[in-house]
């Protein structure tokens, strides 16, 4: 019999899997999820602003209504970018692909398949627009 110790780091983890240890792919989605908000904010899972019970996931869903200019990385979007609008909404949109992958729910979770099928209409219109502007 062999027996194996899944790891996880605090912040990445899924719910299901820091509450009841249950294993899936859909841990996996949570986890690339949370490392979007990272990528895309310069903020980490594990920093001060986030409380006890706000998670980072939380407190993006709660700032993106402010708009992505608010959260975004500084280094990623600058007002006097000449794509600013164009970029703003391309983050804009891969943050909300982020939440739509760290849902609390796996079961609400989209499918890696179709979150690479996101990302590349994410791309293909910022491409679009960029060459339209």
């Not at 980072?56 to 200019?69: N, T």
């Not at 000449?82 to 939440?99: G, Q, R």
Request: aromatic share 6%.
């Amino acid at each position: 019999m062999k027996h194996t110790m899944t790891l996880a780091t605090i912040g990445y983890m899924a719910p299901e899997f820091g509450s009841a240890g249950i294993v899936s792919v859909k841990c996996d989605v949570y986890s690339y999820g949370i490392v979007l908000i990272e990528t895309f904010t310069k903020k980490k899972p594990t920093d001060n602003f986030v409380a006890e019970e706000r998670t980072i996931r939380h407190w993006m869903e709660s700032s993106l209504p402010k708009g992505a200019i608010e959260i975004a990385d500084v280094d990623l979007l600058k007002r006097e970018d000449e794509y600013f609008i164009v970029k703003a909404n391309c983050i804009s949109s891969i943050m909300e692909l982020a939440l739509n992958c760290s849902t609390e729910l796996p079961e609400e979770r989209k499918n890696m398949k179709d979150v690479v099928v996101e990302l590349k209409k994410i791309k293909q219109r910022l491409l679009n627009n960029i060459k339209h502007v």
